[in-house]
């Protein structure tokens, strides 16, 4: 593997800036192999779906991770909270800026003067740091990120978000992600209601996404990229109307590997530091419905190794037909049998 290989030009007017209404009103591209696809939209994803499949979602809800602060000297610090070492902890993996200036034990302050956040040490990936939230008896984390968190929108969006909702999936439920699994949000109840009326059930996982949404890959072969782990947990029950489904269809490259983890590992609950890339034997998802994403990421890689190479026909197509690309994007339906 190149890192070449999993590189396509991306116009940024394409790039969208806000999410659409209503939600499944998506376009959504279909993969029918050998160059060949369908426009339709999300609504009418039912049609593609049969009675005795499976959908899986992943149910991880997005917290105000974000925080803009000032050092002691005036200066601006950010922190984006990644995961929360325990749910009773005080203490989290983030990212920092600017992480080379910031020193160990430093106090970072809001714009109201109140101290929230001390820095501590790396951990031992080395590009992330352990934080602190400076948080009393009569407050929890909670309540801090509500007061004075933002919604950790990717770096390649830069338009407000009018409503916080909007980067939910209408099915969140555990709040722990510093990303939102963004197939998920072109999912409405009616959509929801009209694919369980069709005889396909609807499961959850739960992974916690980190890191790796926002760490692109660097190195010329793409094997030699560290993967972060991430928290996941998949149901007995789950994993086992999977295996009597006619198809599962998983919502996300989140959910994908969450299945993937607990099925290759035989860990239901743990940390996975999976890389799904080619050559790799899926033991459980049969579709994808998934958005576009960014070039060489970790993401794109797991999209070929779900349907080869004809991803490149695939995007081209969405780009030349004037998809809206990436979070707030259109989406695409995978299928890895044709």
Not at 92 to 109: G, N, Q, S, T, Y
Not at 220 to 249: F, G, K, W
Request: aromatic share 8%.
């Amino acid at each position: 593997m190149r890192l070449e290989d999993f590189d396509y030009l991306l116009p940024h007017e394409l790039i969208a800036q806000t999410p659409i209404e209503p939600r499944d009103s998506a376009r959504l591209l279909i993969d029918k192999g050998a160059g060949f696809s369908d426009h339709k939209k999300m609504f009418e994803f039912v049609d593609y779906c049969q009675a005795g499949d499976v959908l899986v979602v992943n149910d991880t809800k997005v917290i105000p991770a974000r925080l803009g602060l000032k050092r002691q000297s005036g200066g601006s610090a950010e922190v984006l909270l990644l995961e929360q070492r325990d749910s009773t902890s005080t203490t989290w993996e983030a990212l920092i800026r600017p992480a080379k200036r910031l020193k160990r034990d430093e106090i970072l302050f809001a714009n109201d003067g109140t101290a929230l956040v001390q820095i501590g040490e790396r951990t031992a990936a080395g590009d992330t740091f352990f934080v602190t939230l400076l948080v009393d008896e009569k407050t929890s984390s909670n309540d801090l990120l509500a007061k004075y968190g933002e919604m950790p929108l990717p770096p390649y969006i830069t338009t407000k978000l009018a409503q916080a909702e909007r980067y939910q999936t209408v099915y969140a439920n555990h709040p722990a992600s510093a990303a939102a699994p963004t197939a998920g949000l072109h999912f409405t109840e009616s959509l929801l209601e009209a694919l369980r009326n069709k005889g396909v059930k609807i499961l959850t996982v739960d992974l916690t996404v980190g890191l790796d949404t926002f760490a692109p890959v660097t190195h010329s072969d793409p094997l030699d990229h560290p993967m972060h782990t991430e928290s996941y947990c998949v149901s007995v029950e789950t994993l086992e109307q999977c295996r009597l489904a006619n198809r599962v269809i998983a919502v996300g490259t989140t959910a994908t590997r969450a299945l993937e983890s607990a099925a290759t590992t035989g860990v239901l609950v743990g940390r996975t530091n999976m890389f799904i890339s080619r050559g790799y034997d899926f033991k459980v998802v049969d579709l994808l419905l998934t958005n576009f994403h960014m070039p060489r990421t970790t993401l794109l890689m797991l999209v070929d190794a779900f349907i080869g190479s004809r991803w490149k026909d695939l995007y081209a197509t969405a780009i030349d037909e004037r998809y809206r690309m990436l979070s707030f994007g259109d989406a695409m339906l995978l299928d890895r049998t044709l």
